[in-house]
Structure formats: C-alpha cells, structure tokens
C-alpha cells in the first residue's frame, strides 16, 4: 500500500489504526547492465512486498541518492551530501508532524549511510519517535544466502539482477573483482577503475537463488515492522 494509491483522508484513517511507516532512499546511478534506478527498485519491491502482509504504509521512495563516485557514467543524477541529508530530514520530520512516530528506512543504496547518523539526532530531537535502519545487501540474511551458494555479492552483480531491475541481456561468466583503494578517486577515475560499472563477480545468478534470497529480506523487513510494533 503506497501513497500514490491513498488520497488524504486514506492516509488520516490509516494513522488512527497504525503509526508505521516505509521510507525508501534509493539512487540513480550506473549499474552496469542493470536499470540506473536498481538502487530504488529492490528495496521498493521489499517494501511492498512486506506491505503486503503487513499493511504498513510505503512513503514515495526518494529516486536520487549521493552517487558522486558514478558521475562518469550518463544516467547517474547525484545530490550533494549536504542537500540529501537535508532532504531526510525535512522528510521525516514532516512525516512525524502528521503522526507517523515508527518509521523503518529501507536503504537501496551505500552513499546514502550519512542518513543513519542524521537519523541519531532526529530520534533524540523529535519525541516519541522510533526509527529502523535496513540496508538489504549488507544484511546478516542476505550474506548467508551469498555464502550458501558461493557467491560475493558486489555492486551491480548477480545480487541485483533481479527479473525487474534488468533492461536488458546480461553478460554470461564471471567478471574479476576490481580491487578497492584507500584513495579517493574522482569521476573518471572510477570510470577507468570500473569499466562497465561491475565491482566482480557473477553477473548473473540462478533464479530459485535470487528468489530465497528476496524472501530472505522481506522476512527482515516483516520482523523489524512487527517489532516497531511493540
């Protein structure tokens, strides 16, 4: 259940019965073969999923994200640090001023991580307010599934190519992890490091594993949401 699918007086009768809320932070950036808006599809599809079964509401997911690194590739669209992080917060605290005091933050992508802190000082600043963090790709469950079969999961590899964030045919084989630095390279220079914006690893990953492995993380998402409950 979406906003997009509510008129207002919908969202002032669910508010009587339920102060949950699904923010979504996603990006729009490069993801080798891959949809550029992956980082808002997956944990959107979470979110639903969970929705679901649970009937909390899902706030329009934020589509741009800080993605400075990818500004090398077309499609990317990055905000400033600053004017993200601005952004949450203007979100949040207009959603706790209309009610919503439990409010689960699905994370679709890394830059964004500043928001946790941020989201530190809004849960001492703003009364009664509860707030849970949930990046999908680093979660305990998501690593197990990766472990199972063998698998890293890398940015823009096998564990994102879901059926819905794919445009188009991918790659077969397996594309040799790019090693990390401790150096902070610019645009181009992470074009250059990348290639086709794969970190590694498989491009692509058997079906049945991409389907537990989303139902791994909508289980997460459906247990935060019981426990924000409480």
Not at 13 to 31: F, I, P, S
Not at 44 to 73: K, M, Q, W
């Amino acid at each position: 259940m979406r906003f997009e699918d509510l008129n207002w007086m919908d969202v002032e009768a669910y508010l009587k019965q339920d102060e949950r809320l699904m923010l979504v932070l996603g990006a729009c950036e490069q993801h080798g073969y891959l949809s550029l808006l992956t980082d808002v599809k997956i944990p959107l599809a979470i979110a639903d999923a969970a929705s679901e079964r649970t009937g909390v509401l899902v706030a329009p997911a934020l589509n741009f994200g800080v993605s400075p690194s990818f500004g090398g590739y077309p499609g990317t669209i990055s905000l400033r640090l600053k004017t993200f992080l601005q952004v949450v917060e203007d979100v949040v605290r207009w959603v706790h001023r209309q009610g919503f005091r439990r409010i689960l933050v699905l994370n679709g992508h890394g830059g964004n991580a500043p928001a946790r802190t941020l989201l530190h000082e809004l849960a001492n600043a703003l009364p009664e307010m509860r707030v849970s963090w949930y990046a999908w790709w680093q979660a305990p469950s998501t690593l197990a599934v990766a472990e199972k079969h063998g698998l890293s999961p890398h940015h823009a590899a096998w564990v994102e190519a879901f059926p819905f964030t794919r445009v188009g045919d991918l790659p077969g084989g397996e594309k040799e992890t790019v090693e990390s630095t401790d150096e902070i390279l610019d645009a181009q220079a992470t074009r250059r490091l990348l290639g086709d914006g794969v970190f590694g690893g498989p491009y692509q990953a058997p079906p049945d594993v991409l389907d537990e492995l989303f139902q791994v993380v909508v289980e997460d998402v459906v247990a935060e949401l019981e426990r924000l409950r409480e």
